[in-house]
């Protein structure tokens, strides 16, 4: 029990959230508000013994990628305490974490089991191979944490690192050094320790990658001719076909319209055809590693797993997303808020471009996915940047992978994460053309885009604090956290389960039981070799069926698994029939 003073601070502090505040505004606002004058004070008083030395280190770049890499893998190891390595919940994740034990047997597709029947689940094909539907970024990835740090999680942590470093060295070919570490910065606060793509194997950080190396290669390349930017560019081109195929054609529109201008004088043309024979050697072998995955997984080498997929199970019902607006009613905050995402990001085919542009307003918000809010009151002076043809490139790239990928009937930030960088580019030009501003000769603009700076960094430092020295009191605020998405308790009761399947000796069978009202969640996951799997996974079929895969595996203890149940219920598996609901 808290003590009777404690118990007075924190109804204190609970009154000023915003279901009892008729101003909307929560105690995060009100300390995030004083944080931030104490920081301002702390730059005023300080800049000038700051600026210099932020200059200073601004012109390394070795030093400034390594500073960004060791941050963000730093700050998100201190928070293991109150958030440890995140388990996997979502089909997607299990697929990608499928394709890298795939790869570490050392082959691109698993033979289909005997009884795939038992083994159905999303984004997983069991014909004609057992084999995850998704191009092999990802999974490399997961692969290389595996080997290296024995644990899948190691590649993540390794991804982002890279990412936030690479952001910055691309940013230094379309900005001045203070400004592009800045927007490293801002890429560590918004896509580091608290972002989804952190704390979960879905991916997102490599496609970001992608961007990174190409967006920074292209101007490198213009203005020096060195084909060692050619390689790279060709490098991000080659592990964004390996991570999104799909939206691979938007980086190469992207990347051919960039190079246009220059094709006007013919020893450019010269040069750029060199550059173009050297990125295309470099993505050679990426093409060959699509077709040869195709060729093991489909057994055609033009037929992508994903379309397979497509072809013989089609899009989950689930996403056509049918609200029900009884439940919805039930809803707390922070479901209320997901359920509101999840009506924006779904939706059926557009039948004419009256309906694919209400898609893409319905979008929209969330691209706040890229941005901090405090970034908001800066963003409207990137305009002011367009008078310069990389910028109106830049926004005209935005524009085709916004576009391209509103032909899908869901989406989520990780299709577009190959542009992330450039949405920290607009960002960062945003606060350096607001910084030119002047108001009778006093620097206004510089103060505002320092201000805007300082809340961003309140921002993330708040939500960070809470997280480091996350207690009981506090967790109701994290109601309020919006768009960070960082691995918390067990809501769903996998690793309750997992933890007691763990206690049990010897090898076990886990038949899963869905009652009628089951959505999307699937429990049914396996790796590459199922039967040398400790535990197996499986489809409740019924006693007749089941019968079938007790009879395959004699020597393993048998659970029968309700994960509708609150929490979910694992008991010893019966063959009578069993009452289906609670």
């Known amino acids: 029990m808290l003590r009777p003073r404690r118990m007075f601070l924190f109804h204190v502090f609970r009154s000023f959230l915003p279901l009892h505040n008729p101003l909307g505004f929560g105690a995060s606002d009100f300390i995030e508000l004083l944080v931030a004058v104490l920081l301002i004070l702390l730059v005023l008083t300080g800049r000038s013994l700051i600026a210099p030395w932020f200059a200073t280190i601004a012109q390394k770049i070795a030093w400034c990628m390594l500073l960004l890499a060791l941050l963000s893998v730093t700050l998100r190891l201190l928070l293991l305490p109150h958030h440890p390595v995140p388990s996997p919940a979502v089909s997607d994740e299990f697929s990608h974490l499928l394709l890298a034990d795939t790869l570490l047997h050392g082959r691109l597709a698993n033979p289909p089991h005997p009884l795939h029947q ?168 990426a093409i060959g590693l699509t077709l040869l995955q195709n060729k093991q997984v489909t057994g055609s080498w033009t037929t992508l797993p994903y379309v397979v997929s497509r072809y013989q199970y089609a899009v989950p019902t689930t996403f056509t997303f049918q609200p029900n607006p009884v ?26 471009v009256t309906e694919y542009l209400k898609r893409l307003l319905r979008r929209v918000r969330v691209y706040r996915f890229f941005f901090l809010a405090p970034l908001y009151v800066a963003l409207p002076a990137f305009f002011l940047a367009l008078c310069e043809w990389r910028f109106r490139w830049v926004l005209l790239t935005l524009l085709l992978f916004s576009l391209g990928a509103n032909f899908y009937p869901y989406f989520y930030p990780h299709y577009i994460a190959a542009v992330t960088s450039l949405f920290v580019l607009v960002s960062v030009v945003a606060l350096e053309r607001l910084s030119r501003l002047k108001i009778r000769a006093w620097p206004a603009g510089r103060q505002a885009a320092s201000l805007v700076l300082i809340f961003c960094a309140v921002h993330f430092l708040f939500w960070y604090g809470l997280h480091l020295f996350e207690n ?111």
Request: glycine share 8%.
């Open 472 to 582: 009981q009191e506090f967790l109701e605020l994290m109601r309020y956290e919006t768009w960070d998405s960082i691995n918390h308790g067990d809501p769903e009761g996998r690793i309750a389960v997992n933890n007691q399947l763990a206690q049990s000796p010897g090898k076990q069978l886990v038949f899963v039981r869905y009652w009628p009202q089951h959505m999307f969640e699937e429990w049914v996951h396996n790796l590459a070799d199922i039967d040398g799997s400790r535990v197996v996974w499986a489809r409740d079929l019924g006693p007749a069926e089941n019968e079938k895969l007790q009879r395959y595996y004699p020597d393993r203890t048998q659970w029968l698994l309700e994960p509708d149940a609150k929490p979910p219920r694992l008991s010893r598996y019966a063959a009578a029939p069993v009452k289906i609901g609670p």
């Open 118 to 285: 038992f083994f159905e689940t999303y984004f997983v094909l069991q014909e004609p191979t057992y084999s995850s539907i998704y191009a092999m970024g990802q999974g490399i990835l997961l692969a290389a944490g595996r080997i290296t740090f024995g644990h899948w999680w190691a590649g993540v942590l390794l991804s982002t690192a890279a990412f936030c470093a690479l952001c910055y060295w691309m940013l230094r070919a379309w900005m001045t050094p203070g400004w592009a570490l800045a927007g490293g910065l801002l890429a560590l606060m918004q896509f580091g320790p608290l972002n989804q793509w952190t704390n979960s194997y879905w991916g997102g950080a490599v496609s970001a990658i992608a961007g990174c190396l190409v967006f920074g290669a292209l101007p490198r390349l213009r203005e020096t001719g060195r084909m060692r930017y050619a390689a790279l560019s060709g490098l991000g081109l080659a592990m964004q076909l390996l991570t999104r195929p799909y939206e691979s054609v938007f980086l190469i529109a992207s990347a051919a319209v960039y190079l246009l201008p220059a094709l006007r004088n013919r020893d450019e043309v010269r040069k750029f055809t060199r550059a173009a024979a050297v990125m295309a050697l470099v993505v050679i072998p």
């Open 327 to 352: 439940a919805h009613r039930e809803l707390t905050h922070e479901q209320e808020l997901d359920y509101e995402v999840q009506l924006i990001i779904h939706g059926k085919e557009p039948d004419t």
